[in-house]
């Protein structure tokens, strides 16, 4: 029922930035934590950044201090903005929501979007 748009993606040379984009078909209740993956060719995805509901912030320790990451409830949209981008920063990036609802935890993906960064 919840889907995902992600937008923002592309190629960049390194140092560079880009702003990455995830919009929600409809609304959310329940939003628990916002994210953002990527994985890499042959490589395993990991979370890049994340955001809860509450508004605390975790990031992976290569991207710390680079990106970051801001949701916006009322517009049941996430945003990645990426500076200093880097080569090895290369990969496919996915949006995560996840949301509560009674005793259950669900997880929304976005399609993923490419970001190269050129050297």
């Known amino acids: 029922q919840v889907q995902l748009v ?3 993606g592309g190629l960049v040379q390194a140092g560079g930035s880009l702003r ?3 919009a929600a078909s409809g609304r959310i209740f329940g939003l628990s934590a916002m994210g953002w993956y990527r994985q890499a060719p042959g490589k395993q995805r990991e979370l ?12 992976l320790d290569s991207v710390n201090g680079r ?9 049941n949209t996430v945003y990645l ?6 080569p090895e920063d290369t990969a496919v990036y996915y949006c995560n929501v996840v949301v509560v609802r ?3 935890l669900y997880d929304y993906w976005g399609q993923g979007t490419q970001v ?3 050297s």
């Open 6 to 8: 992600e937008s923002g």
């Open 20 to 22: 990455l984009s995830c």
């Open 48 to 59: 890049v950044a994340v955001v809860s509901s509450g508004g605390s912030t975790n990031y």
């Open 67 to 75: 990106f970051t990451i801001s949701g916006d409830n009322a517009k």
């Open 81 to 86: 903005q990426m500076n200093s981008l880097k």
């Open 102 to 104: 009674g005793a259950g």
């Open 116 to 118: 190269t960064v050129s």
